[in-house]
Structures are given as C-alpha cells and as structure tokens.
C-alpha cells in the first residue's frame, strides 16, 4: 500500500487547523509510520475567505460538507464541525453511504445517532473512529477498544471536561464563587458557545455514554446518563470538602450492576490525595478498570488544537495503516440494550446543613437518618451565627434512595434551615 | 472471519497461565469483541507433569517450544518463556519463518534481537507484537505506537520496573537500608531468578530500549542505555531527599538530543507531588511526550499474572482483528541508527557529601563549584558529629561533565570526606 490516503477535512476550527497542520509539518513521519503518504485533498468549513493561519491553497474547496464527504477523491471523512445533527449528520451519513471511512471529533452526534451511525458504517464496510471525541489527545478510546479488550470491564470513572474542572480549581485556589470564575472562564473563551454543554454535564455525559458502549459491548444511551452539572457547586462546600481532605470534581462512573448499566456524570467528592483528586486545570484523566488488568489511569490535555488532532491523526494512521475496528469495539448488531440502573451502587456521601439553633436539633438529625438506615462516619459542627450551625456529615455506604428518604425527613422537622446540599463520595 | 484463531502457547509460568485462564473463562466476549473465536491448541513447558491450576488436557503438548511454533495448526505463537537467547530466541524465529504471528512478554529478547527479528518478521509478512514486555497491563506500547503516531515524540519518561519502586517506597515508608528491604522482597518472590535484573536496572532497560525504538524510529539499542541500579540508594539519601520535596526513583529517561538519543535508567529526584513522585509499591508510570499532543501519563500494575495476560491477548485481539503493524511501528529497515548520548541535557543535581569539620571547609566547596560552573539552587547543612558535618546541595541545572569536574575537584582538597553522592533530579 504506497497509494496515498487521501482525507477530506470537513470543518476548520481549532481542531481542523490543527489536522492539516500535523499533515503539513509531519508529512514524512506520517508516511513512514503509516506506510504510505497522507494527503489533504479537500476541505469545507463556512467561511472560504477567513485567514486562519494556514495555507490552504492546495486543496479543493467545498462549501457544502456533504458534498465534499461524496468525492470520489477522498477515501476518509474528517468530521470536525461538530453539531448533534444538520450538516455533521447529513455529512457523515453521506461518506458512508459513498463508500469513505469516517474519523469524528464530534462527541454529541456520536452520544446520540452513534448506533444508527455504526450499523451503516458496517453495512458498508466502513468504518467510523472517534479517538478525538472523548478527552481530547488520551489515547482512551483506542486502549479501551483494543488495549483491554480482553477484559471484562468493571468501571469507567473520569474528569472528562476539562472546562469544568477548570473552573472547579479555579473556585477553591482564588476562593470565588463559581458565578464569578465562570463569568471568567467564559470571556478567557474557555467555554463552548452554548456553555451548559460545559457547565452542565452535557459534553461530558457524551463522552462517557461512547465509553460505556465500548466498556459494556452496550448501545450508546446517552438519554439514561444521569446528569448534573456544576452549577449548584458552592464555595462553601469546596473549602468545606477541603477540609475534610476531598475535592470535587465533575465525575463520571459508568459500572455494570446487578440492575443495570449506571452512568453518571455529576459532581462528586475524591479523596485530594488520589490521582482525580490531585487533577488541576483543564486536564482530563480517565480510570478504566478490568478483570484482569486491574486499574489503568490515563491522564492528558482533553482538549486543544495540538492534542485533539493528535487523536484525529492517531485514527487517520490506523486508517491507513489497514486496521479495521467496529466503532464500538464490536459489531453493532452485538451491542445490547440495558436498563439504566440509577445510582444503584451505595456510597458514601458528604451531606452539608444549616441547622437550626435549638437544643435538641443535632439529635433529631441523628435519629432521622438512623431511621432512614443511614450510619454517620463523621459529624462536624463549626462557627455558627445567631440564627443557625452549619453541620459536615460524612456517611457510611448508603444508597441515594436512603439518604433522600433521610432528607425528605429532614424537611418535615423545624430544625434543618433549608434544603441539604449531599454529595456522593466516589473511591477509586 | 470467522474462522478461530489458534494459538500456541510456550511458557506455562505466572504469564502463560494468566492467558490460558483468560481463554478459557472469557471465550464469549474475546469471540464477540475479535470477531471470531481464540483457541488454545498447543501448549509447551519445563515439566508437563506439574499442577497449575487450571486444565490443560485439551491442548496438545510439546516438549520443545521450537516444535510447537512449527506447528502447522497454530496461527500465533505466545513467547511467555523470556530469556534473551536459547529456546525463546530459537523458537521465536521458527515461528516467524514457519508463517506464525508472534506474541511475545520477552522484553530481554526484542531489546537483544528486536533489530533483526522484526525484519525477519517483516520479510517473511509476519507481525511480532510485544505489548505485555513493557509495563504490565499498561498499554504504553499501544499508546506509543498508535495513539501518539501523528507526534514527534520528545521524551518518554517513566518508572518501569515495579520491584525496584517496591524496594525504594518500602525503604522510605519504614526506614529500612536497602539490603534488608532487599532481603525481604526476595523472600517474597517479588524479584526474578536473578534479582540483578531488577535491581540493577536492566529488566527496565530492556524497555526503555524498546520505547526509545517505537518514539524516535531508531533501532533497537539497548547497550546505549546508560545503566545504574538501585543498590548504592541509601536509606540516607531517600531521608535528605524527602526532606528536599523529593522522591528517588528507578527512572527511564529516553529522548533525542542534538548529540544523539539519549536513553538512561538510573536513579533520579522527582518532585514529591509529581505524579510520579507518588507512585508507590509496584505501580509503573509511563509519562509520553509529544509535540502536538503534550505529556500523556499512564499508569497501572506493570507485572502479574492478570495484567502481563491482558497485555498478550490485547496483541492476540489485535492480530484476530487483522491489525498489522511494524514491530516498532514502522518497517525495521527505516529504522535509523543513531548515535549515543550519555546524559547531555543539563538537569539540577542533588549532590550530598560530609565536609571535614574545619574553617572554610564550606567555602572551598563553593568555590570549586563555582569554578567548575555549577551554580548552587539550595545548599543545606544539617546536625554533625565531631569529625565531619553532612551538606546537601541541589544545583541549578548543570550538566554531569561540570559536575564530575567538580567532583574530582573535591577529592583534591583536605574538606570532603570519602566520595559525594550526585543524583540527577529529572522535571517532568
């Protein structure tokens, strides 16, 4: 194979600048290593006339993507446009149906068409990658597709937008309440132009419904992902989780249970002195754990120009390299429909409340949760004003069900100031 | 392709039982994930008669391993035997020139022979794959390989061999000297037949000289590494370092410089809240560096039956998938041959001496340092008996020329007693 691959570029924003710039520096590295060359032939994006650093004279210009993903003169598809539909979607239905294999950033279109997208790929002998789609250059999708793939995988666990835990970092290093840093984060042009995608959980409950079809052989269920983002996250319960030697970050688990597939993507309590604990920045670190491997921790820049079309390419060489993979690991015929099990798994969880200052307040908390079959592990009580004493629990194992029948208890009584504020604590 | 594939297995230790559970107790998903179904069909090992545990009577058995890789009804041979010569080595070409895919865990046999037995391989359309010789169930090679093959790669940095970090976190953790520490992981079965091996670095040097092929497309040249073990850490040493903000660890530094590639395993200072300052006990760390994608860290267990396994069937899945890859990623004729360069990127020094207990014995020091252009970072003189006061110093970065001069420099005065300690502190 001395033929050279030959790629259409759809979308040239941070990460599409950032493919043609590796083909064009690295050209002959790719081509040792891929065993033949690798060649821009055309490209797309809305603005033909906008400077973007680069010379892009040499390739043929399309200005629509769809008809660029039908030229007879591509053999692969880069998506990097982005979009859960439109033009990404009509784009990357159309490669496949002309015969082109797919490389996709896009993380949303996946989360969400990614099984229809898959079948057609296989029915047509193509295949759809996507190594760019989910923490940026760590090469996770690959190591858990093919790495351990002979592993019964028994969790996934991530800090999987590194936006968010940007602004989670930020919060407890500067002491600003997340309205503040995020005002910040936005103008530093760190957040996507819709930021709930960031903020909210959105992107990263993407990108983690990928993993777990990967992980558990099952069909992308992005709707099932149990989603909160970090929004409600307060000052107050960074320093106070802090102190109790935590941090919080914006997590996600994805586990196979006796009920279900779980997945979550909320904010959670780890220890400081673990790996996600000690993640600063807009880093992202994903734990795959298997049966036979143990736990595997990946760590890297999970987002950028350099990083995201470092993945891109890593999809490109294995494209021309002659691998052949399902997109999701297995054909998509295999993967199997579950039942989303909701925070089954029991935890331990961080519970935070103002406490009404009469005598008798702490116990009836006390008794309420005993009730509930809730066990405390540690209880702090700290300065309080005229009115009302904050009050730190940390709980043993517990299921989500118990402890809100606890808090529904709390409501009942006139000593809790308030709604509780609980966070789940997830180990490693 | 749906027809199985076949293997044969030579070496029935911790690594060969460790596929042969993972065959027989995960055939469903290794068929649905591969494709097609992965039977064992002939095994071989020192004694046939010994219990391991699990049943092997369905397989035929060979007495020689070089029988069993000309098997006519194996598709893949699984070197789990190592040793860098003898049966491994014979056998490992028979199956090579009998048309078998190779598997192999013999990092002391590629880092030997890789050179020519990748052409080998290559020449007769053959694939030799090796993940499993490099840190455990990490998949670094993968990573290295594939996900980062669009990079230049400008560094690869890693704890490699986890007997050795065993020892030094165990030394540090209950203040033990090395010898006792030592003794006790010996007794504990944690070191290899020979434990110089391990200790002396050279089992990590063995990877570190495979890395190095896979990250700068040089030939394999393991006797290049610039090789020190871990029996001359003191327990001392690891006390001033901590007390500095360092760990010591058994550290594999590989990267190209002006003068050539420079590729050294030896002890080194990491930060204390570097991620590989807090690896402890038996954890590997590989840390990858490329141009567009940054620094990728990956961690996990790097010895043991289920990783080493995880690590041959990801190879064993690959090769059923029909992946091909170049054994070092590109063809074994492009490979370079390049020159050695022994440690000249300059890096901070801690150098720990006893100064003779007179007036100006701290002077000289300095001075010499000074003359030999070694500029002092931090110099630390701490509690002192009647003869001789110990002195830390951390340099700025300097390199090991300059330091050796003043070393030399020293032991021409009446000041310090008996021969510095200078251990290089590598930034990540």
């Known amino acids: 194979m001395t033929n050279p691959l030959r ?24 081509a040792t290593r891929a065993g033949r060359p690798i060649e821009i032939v055309a490209i797309s994006a809305r603005s033909r006339s906008k400077d973007r650093g680069v010379d892009l004279t040499g390739y043929a210009w399309e200005d629509d993507p769809v008809t660029l993903a039908k030229r007879d003169d591509i053999d692969v598809f880069i998506e990097v446009m982005g979009g859960d539909s439109g033009p990404a979607k009509a784009s990357t239905e159309a490669a496949i149906a002309s015969g082109k294999d797919v490389v996709s950033a896009n993380k949303a279109l996946l989360a969400l068409h990614g099984q229809a997208l898959a079948q057609a790929a296989e029915d047509a002998g193509r295949v759809i990658r996507f190594e760019a789609a989910v923490a940026g250059g760590i090469p996770v999708v690959k190591s858990l ?5 002979a592993n019964v995988i ?16 930020r919060m407890e290093d500067a002491g600003l309440p997340y309205q503040d840093v995020f005002d910040e984060a936005n103008a530093l042009g760190y957040l996507e132009a819709d930021p709930e995608l ?7 409950a993407h990108k983690l419904a990928l993993l777990s079809s990967i992980a558990f052989g099952t069909r992308v269920d992005f709707p099932a992902v149990e989603l909160e983002g970090i929004g409600s996250v307060s000052i107050e319960d960074i320093r106070q989780a802090a102190d109790m030697g935590y941090k919080i970050k914006l997590l996600g688990v994805a586990q196979m249970t006796g009920r279900g597939l779980e997945q979550r993507m909320s904010p959670c309590l780890v220890p400081e002195t673990s790996p996600l604990g000690q993640l600063q920045g807009g880093t992202n670190m994903v734990v795959l754990e298997g ?22 390419m890593a999809d490109v060489i294995d494209i021309a390299r002659g691998t052949r993979l399902s997109t999701f ?15 089954s798994v029991a935890a331990p969880y961080y519970v935070r409340m103002e406490l009404v200052d009469k005598p008798g307040a702490l116990s009836k908390v006390a008794a309420i949760l005993a009730d509930a079959g809730v066990s405390i592990d540690r209880m702090r009580q700290y300065g309080h004003d005229d009115t009302a004493a904050p009050v730190l629990i940390v709980t043993h194992k517990t299921t989500r069900t ?11 009584t006139d000593v809790v100031s308030g709604p509780p504020v609980a966070i789940r604590i997830e180990a490693e």
């Not at 597709?145 to 793939?149: N, Q």
Request: glycine residues 16%; proline residues 2%.
């Open 7 to 30: 790629l259409g570029i759809a979308g040239l924003g941070t990460v599409g600048i950032g493919v043609v710039k590796i083909v064009q520096t690295h050209a002959d590295l790719l």
């Open 145 to 149: 597709t093919e790495g351990l793939a």
């Open 154 to 169: 028994t969790r996934v666990i991530g800090v999987m937008n590194g936006s968010c835990n940007y602004i989670l970092t």
């Open 198 to 204: 960031d903020v909210g959980g959105i992107d990263a």
């Open 291 to 312: 049966d036979a491997v143990g736990q595997i921790v990946l760590r890297g820049a999970g987002a950028g120009e350099g990083p995201t079309a470092s993945a891109v």
């Open 329 to 343: 690991g297995q054909p998509a015929s295999t993967l199997r429909k579950v039942r989303a099990a909701q925070a």
């Open 402 to 412: 118990a402890l809100d029948a606890a808090i529904e208890g709390f409501a009942r």
